[in-house]
């Protein structure tokens, strides 16, 4: 089955670096996710992107978050200056069609930690 | 409010027995989807079962099923013969309907119950 792949799998900053992460969703996929999970917690909806803008957002993605499908392939999230608070896991998710029942493929996520 | 809402932070279980996980929604859209996912340990979300509003009958994926109670607004995931591997998080989704579908329409996720099977 066709994957969605997530780089890198662990990411360790400093408060107020930006960061980088970056998911090549699967290839024939229009619309595009990201998620994040703090530990032990559950799967919160960021961000959603189709026809190279976002299509919706949630409270989380602030003016520090920022979404970006720089060629044909990959598929990024920056955080420009990290807190504390944004050490979770990330994930990023693709799906091919605007249909109800079409599921999200998901990447085995970023583990992101700020210190 | 919640719209779904998994009541059952965790739950051990022996091998070989039937589980049932809880979930429950909440929305007024009458088109709509529900999803259950199984995150084990290793991080991963892997899809398993999906159940649509208009479905007239519950779903079935091999060991999994979905108890689809409409009227109740409850989506239950059934595994029967439980197995060892099925240790892990387990997390019940809905995407709304919202008419275009143009997009947006990611997964609403509860927050998950904590499933381990013991020997």
């Known amino acids: 089955e066709p994957e969605v792949t997530q780089t890198p799998s662990h990411q360790v900053t400093q408060m107020g670096q930006e960061v980088i992460l970056r998911c090549v969703p699967i290839?024939?996929?229009?619309?595009f996710y990201w998620y994040r999970q703090i530990l032990g917690q559950k799967v919160e909806f960021l961000v959603s992107?189709?026809?190279?803008?976002?299509?919706?957002k949630s409270e989380i993605f602030d003016d520090q978050f920022s979404v970006e499908r720089p060629d044909g392939s990959n598929f990024t999230l920056k955080i420009r200056s990290t807190k504390l608070e944004d050490s979770a896991m990330y994930f990023c998710?693709?799906?091919?069609?605007?249909?109800?029942?079409?599921?999200?493929?998901f990447g085995s996520g970023t583990q992101l930690s700020v210190l | 409010a919640q719209k779904i809402t998994q009541t059952q932070p965790g739950m051990f279980v022996q091998e070989k027995e039937a589980v049932t996980l809880d979930c429950t929604y909440d929305?007024?859209?009458?088109?709509?989807?529900l999803f259950w996912y199984k995150q084990p340990s290793s991080g991963e979300m892997i899809f398993l079962i999906y159940?649509?509003?208009?479905?007239?009958q519950n779903a079935t994926e091999g060991r999994y099923s979905l108890n689809f109670q409409k009227a109740r607004k409850s989506a239950n995931l059934v595994i029967s013969a439980s197995q060892l591997g099925d240790s892990a998080m387990y997390f019940c989704?809905?995407?709304?309907?919202?008419?275009?579908?143009?997009?947006?329409?990611?997964?609403?996720f509860g927050k998950g119950t904590h499933l381990i099977i013991q020997p």
């Open positions: 998710a693709s799906r091919g069609i605007a249909a109800l029942n079409e599921k999200l493929f």
């Open positions: 290839s024939n996929h229009l619309y």
């Open positions: 992107f189709y026809n190279n803008e976002i299509s919706e």
């Open positions: 929305t007024s859209d009458p088109s709509y989807g």
């Open positions: 159940q649509g509003s208009y479905d007239q």
């Open positions: 989704a809905m995407r709304e309907g919202r008419g275009s579908g143009g997009g947006a329409d990611g997964l609403t």
